[in-house]
Structure formats: C-alpha cells, structure tokens
C-alpha cells in the first residue's frame, strides 16, 4: 500500500454525479472523482473481491475509527488480503474530509484484490485502496421495516466479512423500498432473527433486551458492539441470544443499529406498528448514544 500523499488539489466545491463528494483519496493520491480511475480488470469489480468499511465523520472527524479498522483488518485477514496500517486508512480519511470540507459525512474505505484474471484467481499487481466520502443521507426518526424470504446463511464460508459482495443486500433493500419499507430484515437457515441490509437489529419482549449472536450469522456491526458496551455502563441488560424471526412482530419494542442511524428504533414490522416507537430502553439507549458521541469520537 502506498503512503497518503502531501500535495493538496483544490478543494471540492461540489458533489460529482453519484452524490458523493467531489475529491477521493486513490492509491496515495487525493484526485477529482471523475478523474480517478479504477482498472476494468480489478478484481473487485470482476469477482467481488474485496472489503470494506463505512464509517461517519463527526466535527471533522471519523467516529470509532479503531474499531472500523480492526474490524477492515479481520475482513482482510479472513479474505486473504493485505492489512491497510491504520495510520495509512486514518490520514486517508482525514484528507478526504479536509479536500471536501465535510463536517458530518459518510467515509467509505474500500479495499479489494487489484487488477486480476478474468476469473477467481488473483493477480499480482498489488491491491486497491480507494476512500471516499459524501454527506450524511437523512433517515426518518424510525423506521418500518419488512422481513424478507431470502435467508442468510450462517455457515457461509464469509459470514461476518464485510465484503463488497453487497448483491444480497440489494435485492432484499429493493423489496423492502418496494414495499413501502425503510430495511429489509432478514431471518437465517435456522429461522431466527438475524440481521438487516445495512443495520443490526435489536428487541425488547417482556423488558429484555435481546440482540441476535454472532453465530446467528449477522456481521459484528461496529455500532452494535458499541451500543452493547453502553449497555453494561448505564445498566441495561442485555442478551445475545436466539428468537424465532415470526416473533419480530410480537415484540414491545425494536430498533435498529448502524454507523449512519446509530439507534433507530423500529415502529412497523410487515406493516404492523410496534406498541412502543420509542420505547423506554430504546430511548435510553438513543440519548447514551448521542452523549458518547458528544464526548468521544474514538471509543
């Protein structure tokens, strides 16, 4: 991997077509987005291999940095991939946020195998790294979501990578826009809870909160762990364990955990509303939430 360059191009002074912001970072080099240039034999784009990791810029500044590059580092580790440093990702990031002049945005760090066969093996050109960075997209204060009849599976051979192989994902998001819904909940080949398209999930029934386990075969979400540290600060119990998806819809209360949303809690299931959006443990969660934020930008 290359070293974050010094030179500074001009800063964006917009967005380019996609809505992301206007200056990339791209193997050492901070460039204009249309100018910056990806082989149309990269493995990633070719296969799907590759990881990557979204994280939120707060005041200038990436939010749970270490964990999103200790969680980039066993997505790499597990896939076969060289570990971007740390130091490399964060400077990285910072100077896309500075070329961009973004306060609040949407970081995303994108590692895949470099330029490659038209096939599954690798090549040897060295890997890609590309970080990138757009505003924030709004989210409504909570969410209706609809479970989905494409299963994960827990036994998968990258169940728990961050991959860019995001096809999954995008079929069952489709379904749920369809349908009037904002994410899309999927079950696993067991028939418990599992996870969302972009979120992790957790519920209250008969005041416990439960969140599914690892081994149900949803990704250890950076925010998930987070909320869950918060959980035994402020003595909320919390419970990782299995429930039936058909129970979703049964729940007091729900919501949803991401790097964007952070706590969201759910007021729909299948079209149902929830009895309590929020509720008293969601609410307590969202506010424990905003104050970690408020206080550090590195937990």
Same mark, same amino acid.
């Given at each position: ?28 080099? #901070?460039?204009? $987005?249309?100018? !910056? ?6 493995? &990633?784009? =070719?296969? +799907? ?123 069952? #998001?489709?379904? $749920?826009?369809? !349908? ?6 999927? &079950?696993? =080949?067991? +028939? ?108």
């Amino acid at each position: 991997m290359q070293s974050a360059t010094t030179s500074t191009p001009p800063a964006a002074t917009g967005q380019d077509a996609s809505g992301g912001a206007a200056i990339v970072w791209l193997q050492g080099e #901070l460039l204009e $987005a249309d100018k !910056a240039a990806i082989s149309p034999f990269d493995h &990633g784009l =070719l296969t +799907g291999d590759g990881i990557f990791e979204t994280l939120v810029a707060h005041r200038g500044e990436p939010f749970a940095q270490t964990r999103h590059w200790r969680r980039l580092k066993n997505s790499a580790e597990r896939m076969g991939l060289e570990v971007p440093a740390q130091d490399l990702v964060l400077e990285a990031m910072r100077a896309v946020l500075a070329a961009n002049r973004l306060q609040h945005a949407r970081i995303r760090v994108t590692v895949t195998g470099g330029e490659g066969p038209l096939g599954s093996a690798r090549g040897h050109e060295g890997q890609t790294l590309l970080v990138a960075a757009s505003p924030v997209p709004a989210f409504s204060p909570a969410a209706k979501v609809i479970t989905v009849p494409y299963p994960r599976n827990e036994r998968a051979a990258l169940v728990g990578v961050k991959t860019v192989s995001y096809g999954e994902n995008v079929v069952a #998001l489709y379904h $749920a826009k369809q !349908a009037g819904a904002d994410e899309a909940i999927f &079950g696993n =080949l067991a +028939g418990n809870l599992c996870e969302g398209t972009g979120t992790n999930i957790f519920i209250v029934r008969d005041g416990q909160l439960i969140t599914p386990p690892l081994a149900a075969g949803c990704l250890a979400g950076v925010t998930r762990g987070i909320v869950i540290d918060l959980c035994r600060e402020i003595g909320v119990d919390v419970q990782e364990i299995d429930t039936p998806l058909a129970d979703l819809t049964t729940v007091d209360e729900a919501f949803l955990s991401s790097t964007l949303r952070d706590v969201q809690p759910i007021e729909a299931v299948n079209g149902s509303r929830i009895a309590l959006a929020p509720g008293p443990v969601t609410a307590k969660l969202v506010q424990a939430f905003a104050d970690l934020v408020a206080r550090d930008l590195d937990p």
